[in-house]
């Protein structure tokens, strides 16, 4: 027995495999969910508007140039006949582009060639290519053939010539100057006049003329494209060597752990208050740039990414504040490449772009750090295609952003913004920063990041090898600084960032110790000697004399003025510190007054007579009403932990899926086709599937392409479905309209229970 004849997309994807149909839901995995009812529900959801972009928009360059051509040429395209639109292409290329867009249902086979479907018509648009209308869509008489196209254009007199040539490659519509006074009509100039008597353009408004399409393609010799981008650009780029390209990626990892603890540990004792609109204040970031010695993009990046990754969140307090969370309590105490690979991995698929903070928006709302509007979804996909492109790349290759960003467009021309320049550079830049990076090329780690399919421990373990080893030691020097020649983590960190502050960054941190770095340290309750002490078991040599001067100096004068509540007391058997305070303009809000030669008062508060004199260089301490010197506790703030929801992502199917799916698709077909012999028999007319109203929707526009009836299931208002033999003509509104037993009838379409065509 001869299989059916193939008519319509329908009846192709019934016939092919159930290989063929896996590929096809692998590749379009929206039209998998919900599970299609039949392949022929299936066949129409893969016909609807939104599944056809979905699909178009997911084509490169090849494919879409490849449609485009296929839409312009005949109603079934074959490969000769592709090659020669595509100007001149290798036939097997055309025939492996026509390939995969049939595996994609984008073109169906019909028994002459490849028909392409309408709905991709519709959505590529009239002008393709440059290309306009065709003659019969246009105002006036038909076009002529081939051959008396080419003898008019050959004839076209200089003028007229140069108009065609503006005109080839579109865009096909151009204005002309219209002629002057009463009574004259057409173009001013001879050239139009010209081209409109012989039939090469059309008139389309008072000044303007259109070049219809079949004169279009002659002037272009056949092909649709001046330059049919068939093949993806070269990604080249001097090569790096590959442990150069890991050991600087390794260090910009160390770096990067080692600034979000930095600035973590700060904002757990002070944090930052959350915008009244959600965000991070502009004077925050600049606090927290001057606090690391980063660039204001370089610490946007680091405070999104401490964002993403869960480290901080919103305290959700009256008074809200971003606040370190418990996980960055359980990421402090991880190896340094698991927790290297928790922000790797937040940040390959975080849908948060960084790059856009202080941009502004549509509205013109300047985007803030931490933010709402730093949600931007088409990152994930653009940073994921540049990171792609460098793992295609050999290894060590360090392309340019120039390089990556044509390719970015070759691969999805339909999905690129405008601004793609600017986020291939961006993305670069944080790969960089992240240490995916080295050297502008792939490291070792970001090939582990882009294989990893979500696994920590294997992106942990490729990382690991190349970040510099923590050090438990540093090099104090006679010049008040210490150098400490790796990572420094734990306590050692921690005691380094109270008592001096870092100088510079590098493979080598140097930190400055300084009268106020030392007095912060006082101010926390240590004494001189306990960070003598410290220094001594952090430090691989002696401690300097300079810096064993410097504390104990320090220490010496700290404390000598004490504060105690009256509202304020303060007491100092300094006498000549007191006059000077006295005589200080800048502490006249104090309303400082001397009751007795030791102690002044005021009626301010302690903790802000405190932070005045400490301003004004002073080393005041708290004391407590019984005279003990009380030293202020900051509690460690955490917030509850609060994920950030991603918008969702149409997860791909596995193989076990696909199959079960493909089955049940069978099934159900078999069954819809017994119910079709069996209604046929018994009632007239073929059964009626139950569709949702996209699904209803796409058939009943295939009916009116096609000027065929449906049978549909409707439901009337109290709820008693009707088979009507229904001939629809147009939908308008979430109606269609059209002719039942001889009446014109307009049906609702949430009303309809499904459609099959007769």
């Given at each position: ?94 025939e492996?582009?026509?390939a ?42 038909a ?34 100057p ?34 219809p ?39 910009a990892?160390?770096?990067?752990l ?15 208050r ?22 204001p ?160 421990q ?40 109270l ?44 401690v ?129 086709h ?5 209604s ?35 439901s ?20 269609v ?21 007769d």
């Amino acid at each position: 027995m001869s299989p059916a004849p193939i008519r319509s997309l329908a009846d192709d994807i019934r016939g092919r495999s159930d290989e063929e149909l896996a590929a096809l839901l692998a590749a379009r995995p929206d039209l998998a969910r919900p599970a299609p009812s039949d392949l022929t529900a299936l066949a129409s959801r893969s016909s609807t508007r939104a599944s056809t972009v979905r699909a178009v928009d997911g084509l490169d360059a090849a494919h879409i140039h490849a449609l485009e051509a296929a839409v312009v040429g005949p109603d079934a395209v074959t490969a000769d006949v592709l090659a020669r639109l595509l100007g001149g292409a290798d036939v097997q290329r055309a025939e492996s582009l026509l390939a995969d867009l049939w595996a994609l249902a984008l073109v169906w086979r019909a028994p002459h060639g490849l028909v392409v479907t309408r709905t991709v018509a519709d959505v590529l648009g009239e002008s393709i290519a440059g290309l306009g209308l065709a003659a019969d869509d246009l105002p006036g008489p038909a076009a002529p053939d081939e051959a008396t196209l080419r003898s008019e254009i050959a004839l076209a007199p200089p003028r007229a010539r140069a108009i065609l040539d503006r005109l080839t490659w579109g865009p096909s519509v151009g204005i002309v100057p219209a002629a002057d006074g009463p009574g004259r009509e057409g173009p001013a100039d001879d050239g139009p006049r010209w081209l409109l008597a012989h039939g090469l353009v059309r008139a389309v408004a008072s000044d303007q003329i259109a070049l219809p399409r079949e004169v279009s393609m002659v002037l272009r010799d056949g092909r649709v494209h001046r330059d049919a981008q068939l093949e993806p650009p070269l990604v080249t780029g001097p090569a790096r060597q590959v442990e150069e390209v890991d050991a600087a990626a390794g260090a910009a990892a160390s770096q990067v752990l080692a600034l979000l603890d930095e600035l973590l540990d700060s904002w757990s004792q002070t944090p930052p208050r959350v915008l009244r609109t959600g965000g991070l204040a502009v004077r925050d970031l600049k606090a927290a740039a001057s606090q690391l010695d980063t660039s204001p993009e370089h610490t946007a990046y680091l405070v999104e990414l401490a964002l993403i990754a869960d480290l901080v969140a919103d305290d959700g307090e009256v008074d809200p504040h971003w606040v370190p969370t418990a996980e960055y309590d359980i990421w402090q105490t991880e190896p340094g490449g698991e927790r290297w690979a928790r922000l790797a991995l937040a940040w390959l698929t975080t849908t948060r772009a960084p790059h856009r903070v202080g941009s502004r928006t549509d509205s013109s709302a300047v985007i803030n750090a931490l933010g709402a509007d730093g949600q931007w979804p088409p990152i994930r996909t653009l940073r994921r295609g540049v990171l792609d492109l460098l793992g295609d790349a050999d290894v060590g290759i360090a392309p340019s952003a120039a390089d990556v960003a044509g390719a970015v467009r070759w691969r999805r021309p339909r999905r690129v913004p405008r601004t793609l320049d600017a986020v291939v550079d961006a993305v670069l830049r944080e790969a960089a920063w992240l240490g995916v990076t080295g050297k502008g090329a792939l490291s070792v780690g970001g090939r582990a990041l882009l294989a990893s399919d979500g696994d920590l421990q294997k992106v942990a373990e490729s990382i690991h090898p190349h970040l510099p080893a923590p050090v438990d030691a540093v090099l104090l020097q006679a010049d008040l600084t210490a150098i400490a020649p790796g990572p420094v983590t734990g306590s050692l960190a921690a005691f380094l960032r109270l008592v001096a502050d870092v100088e510079s960054r590098g493979g080598a941190t140097v930190h400055r110790f300084s009268e106020d770095s030392v007095r912060r340290c006082l101010d926390t309750g240590w004494t001189g000697e306990d960070i003598l002490a410290g220094l001594r078991d952090a430090s691989s040599t002696p401690v300097p004399q300079p810096l064993e001067y410097l504390v104990r100096d320090v220490a010496r004068r700290h404390g000598t003025i004490r504060v105690r509540g009256v509202s304020a007391v303060i007491r100092s058997e300094d006498e000549g510190g007191l006059d000077v305070m006295l005589a200080n303009r800048r502490l006249a809000a104090l309303q400082l007054r001397r009751i007795a030669p030791t102690v002044l008062t005021s009626p301010v508060a302690p903790e802000v007579v405190l932070e005045m004199l400490r301003e004004e260089g002073f080393a005041p301490v708290s004391e407590s009403p019984s005279g003990t010197v009380t030293v202020p506790t900051r509690p460690v703030r955490r917030a509850v932990r609060q994920r950030g929801v991603d918008p969702a992502l149409v997860q791909a199917m596995d193989r076990a899926q696909l199959g079960s799916l493909v089955a049940g698709l069978r099934a159900a077909e078999a069954e819809a086709h017994t119910r079709a012999s069996v209604s046929a028999e018994s009632r007239g007319g073929p059964a009626i599937p139950a569709n949702d109203p996209t699904t209803s929707m796409a058939v009943l526009r295939e009916a009116i392409a096609d000027g065929r009836a449906v049978w549909l299931g409707y439901s009337d208002g109290i709820g008693r479905t009707q088979r009507l033999l229904f001939y629809p003509e147009r939908i308008d509104g979430g109606r269609v309209s059209g002719v039942n037993e001889g009446v014109g009838r307009t049906l609702s379409i949430h009303r309809i229970t499904g459609v099959v065509t007769d």
